[in-house]
């Protein structure tokens, strides 16, 4: 049966362009690209979690509430046994085996499926981040921000060659086609030109609690404004598919009832209804064949191990950044470069969210098994006026200071009971401190001593690009495809850790009037500190790698996301973000994906209010 | 003919996967031939080393290894009673230590321990998965049946219940097979290349040779702490055995499972078989959730349902999602909390104590670059 891993139209076999990837990115690309009357092949490399996406009906998928299969079994998770990847803080040092490199979940629809699809948009400033700091640093007497003015030269920020405006109208289509809830609640929210498609859904208990705690807290004089926070999930019937029941294995799982927009659901079942789409899943792209300038074929494995090849007019690469760029780095020119490389940042300025997590003990049970993970939030710390297109001056000891961190998620555990208790309990914690087995094991599980007590906030704090920090190709570990596996340089700037340092005290405050007890935070450094465990970054936000850009001595893909060096190669993932900015990303990566499928279709007519039916 | 005869196995192992696209195919369980129980009883089928990298003379010596363990088998054991046990991978002596050993790891009490949750049964499928054509894995769901439908008119749970779905299993890609016989079989056996095992310190031995090893270093342990095998001492022999087996150096660490001992593998085992959906072997007529106080799986009804009546959500008064829990409400509205039990009280305190506020203690170290 594997032979057969098909879905859409299975007659076609001529293609006007093949996508590499069935996610936010990938999946958005091939429905634009087929409504505008392309035919279009997708490449996955993971498996079908929902036979049957090309029928009539929708089908329901083979996602359940299962903890076993997914944050134990990895059901759609990559293998790191079979393809691992290898970190390294710094070139200095060698890179080794390290399972957890922000591994993205791979099957038919990306990885969106698997969060708990939180949709902010960035900030207007985002766009301009570069210029506008700069002359901000020009007209501001002791003004210094990491990584601009003198330190310019240890970072490598840039514009993006876009600007909200631009990407707002796409933002707007976005929201409709993926079923976006949420209301106007955030005032560091960029402004926008009509209301998400359906309202909040029912708030979490541990969300209210921790709102009641933002409320009491005051950033050097302004009091902090928690948010319901947007998330494409649905809290009414919408699309053809149902509300959100909340019923709590939300991230880290897939939707058994849809109520989740992820992409398969939404974009890539239209583009596989429209007969002009073809979907292979466990197809694993290995190689862009191409002439240096103009890519002609790729070649993959299929489901059964064979070597195969697919010719298209075009290509875009949506793969996630550090296997997009990864296919790059394995897709060598004949004059023996890489792939669309002439400006060397190929893999370069990869960037993560740099997370600060502050925890503590609710003395009462606040079931985190109850809800979509997350339904509150603050902005606050994401350092910007309100309406977000400036940054906001602090002061710091009498002088003026910028601290871009991110938006921060009010959460908890999801009272997970082998992952969230026992696991950590009697396995990860250290002798003396856990439960190992007996009684007190099962005393401690009884309680939920951390899956029904512990509440966490989360800053998903903006990164600087570094072009030292980078995927590149392992010169000695490789795959079961016998491939050489991504390696992952990478350290975090002094503008992210000097942004975290500013706002823990805040995220603190907030834990502790939401009336928690004993709170801590995870170790940061832990990339730096020897005696903790080293661990690589693990946010599962990937941006960067193939820099979008005019210059092409700057970036590696033009403002349409065609690679400079390459006439019929686009990238169309988040692999193209010149900087992370402080908000979940997904939401961005569509916006810029139906951007960039619209030019290469030639179409420019956006959709207007939700989407059609089927 | 009698060798054509299904075996006796629970139902969901010969439930059809009747999806269309990927997981077709039926899921009989096909019985391992009567004098091979351990080992490769199941051939390792070619496709999974159509790998670009896998040369003919790397196939022969996959096949070769084969052959070497198929041939050092076991005996059929005869079968004694067990609830819910119906394909054999351990012996009889094996198994009763394997119970005893998980039922001190979670024992019962007031409530059940492992070995009542099924948890020996849970470990014993897992590690005959491939005698069962690679059923089992991964459950397939969307729903289980322990909760209805919601009623999206009133906002209330409906009458009507779906079928079970968990008693289906998806059909694992070729490199999750591929995967999971190297996690049953050992590496070699399963046909990873040599380097990719040598990159990751050397070749991963299978759980199927783990557990006989493991059960009879736990029962070597047992006698020549307290004169007896594990199974036959007193409870609190067990516990003192335990405790041993739990002391630095006693069991071997496993580079290739995160430097883990045996004891840690049975101990992840027991959580997974005593906490996981009940289709998977263990946590039986889901009485490991009902100890936690949790509802498990929840679709298709959920926390909150939507009333298109009413035009805005109904929560499920015995499990809010919005306000505490019933039982630490007061009548005033306020919450009273109901006290942990010293054991949970001391994991809390002993993670604040020893992760404290690192970051805020120690800012230096954070902006190191």
Redesign the interface.
Known sequence: MNSDDVLGNRALTRFDVCVIGSGAGGGTAAYVLCKGGKKVLVLECGHNPWPGLDDDELPLPHHNNDELKYAVRSWIDPLAMLEPRTFRPTASVDAAINPDVNLLPRAVGGAFQHADCKTPRFNILDFQLRSTLEALIGRTPGLAIPGFGSDAASANFADWPLSYDELEPYYRHAEALYGVQGTDDDPFASPRSTPRPMPPGVPMYLGLLLSEGARQVSLQGSTLTPHTYPAAINSRFYDGRPPCVDCGWCSGFGCPNNAKGSPAVTALRRALRSGRCQLRYNAKVVQLLNDGGHVSAVSYVDGEGRRKTATADAFVLAASPIESARLCLLSPTPAGGVLGDSSGQVGRNLMFHLQANVNGFMPQRIHGQRGRAVSHGVSDFRGVEPGGAAPRLFDANGSKAVYLGGITEFGGSQGLPITDDGFVMALQLPSGVGARFGTKLKNAMRDGALSQHLISLIMQAEDAPQLTNRVDLDPTVRDIFGLPVPRVTYSPHAYELRTRIFYLPYLHQIVTHAGAQGVFTAPCDTLQLPPLVVSAPNSRHEMGTLRMGRDPATSVTDPQGRFHDVDNLYACDGSVFPTSSGYNPTLTIVAVALRIAHGIAGTRSLEEGPPEKG | MRNLKLPKVPRDWLAPDA???????AETCQPAPQNSERGLSAALPR???????LTRRQFLFVSGAVAAVASATRPRVARAFSFWRQERFFTDAEFSTLEALVD????P?R?PGAKELGVAVYIERLLMTFDCGGVG????????GRTPY?D?RLGTPSSRFPEN??LRS??P????E??WR?ELYG?QAAG??A??DA??GGP?IGLRDLYPQGLASVDSVAIATAGQPFAQLSVADQ?RV?AQL?SPGVLPIDPRRGN?TFL?IV??H???GS???PE?GGNRNTQ??Q????E???????????S?ELGT?R?RPE???????PD?LAPDGS?V??P?????????????Q???????DN?G?????
């Open positions: 999806g269309p696209g990927q997981g077709t195919g496709h999974l080393l159509r790998a670009a990298h001190r790891i979670l024992p009490d409530d894995l991964y459950r397939r769901g969307p729903y289980s919601p999206y779905g968990f998806i059909r890609s070729r490199l999750q591929l995967y190297a590496s990873i290349p380097e990719l990159a990751q991963l516990d335990l739990d883990n840690d101990i992840q027991v959580l997974e906490f996981s959906a998977y490991g959730w100890m936690l106080g949790i498990g799986d929840n679709q298709p009804l959920g926390y909150s349902i939507f298109f959500y929560e499990h809010p999602m919005s306000t505490p829990n630490e919450v909390p109901i942990l039990t010293p054991d949970g009280l001391a994991i809390q305190q002993g993670i604040t020893t992760t404290r506020f690192l970051e805020l800012p170290a954070c902006n190191k670059t």
